[in-house]
């Protein structure tokens, strides 16, 4: 019983530092534009092609396709080698503070 209560508490206290999500270090920030027609992607004023096998994550860090991307959200975004989007994550208003911060 003891160790279960002291799971139980560890689970409890750690919970915040699972929730948060790890960002992209390389990633590029960016607001989305208008919805496109798929395979592109408005970051921006630039409309971009989403790379084949290219992930979208939602706020609630849920994949989403690139027709549910909603307009004017703040983004982090990774390009690869072809200049493809290759991820696009979309950021919670404590992640957009959070960047904010740093960039100070």
Same mark, same amino acid.
């Given at each position: 019983m003891r160790k279960l209560m002291l799971l139980l508490a560890f689970l409890v206290f750690a919970a915040p @530092?699972?929730?948060q999500r790890a960002l992209p270090a390389e990633a590029k920030r960016g607001t989305t534009?208008?919805?496109q027609m798929f395979?592109? @992607?408005?970051i921006g004023k630039d409309i971009l092609r989403l790379a084949p096998g290219g992930i979208i994550v939602n706020s609630n860090n849920l994949t989403i396709t690139q027709g549910q991307l909603p307009p004017n959200s703040e983004v982090l975004y990774q390009l690869d080698r072809n200049g493809e989007v290759q991820r696009i994550v979309i950021l919670t208003p404590e992640e957009q503070a959070r960047l904010n911060s740093a960039k100070k």
């Amino acid at each position: 019983m003891r160790k279960l209560m002291l799971l139980l508490a560890f689970l409890v206290f750690a919970a915040p @530092v699972w929730a948060q999500r790890a960002l992209p270090a390389e990633a590029k920030r960016g607001t989305t534009g208008e919805r496109q027609m798929f395979p592109t @992607v408005q970051i921006g004023k630039d409309i971009l092609r989403l790379a084949p096998g290219g992930i979208i994550v939602n706020s609630n860090n849920l994949t989403i396709t690139q027709g549910q991307l909603p307009p004017n959200s703040e983004v982090l975004y990774q390009l690869d080698r072809n200049g493809e989007v290759q991820r696009i994550v979309i950021l919670t208003p404590e992640e957009q503070a959070r960047l904010n911060s740093a960039k100070k």
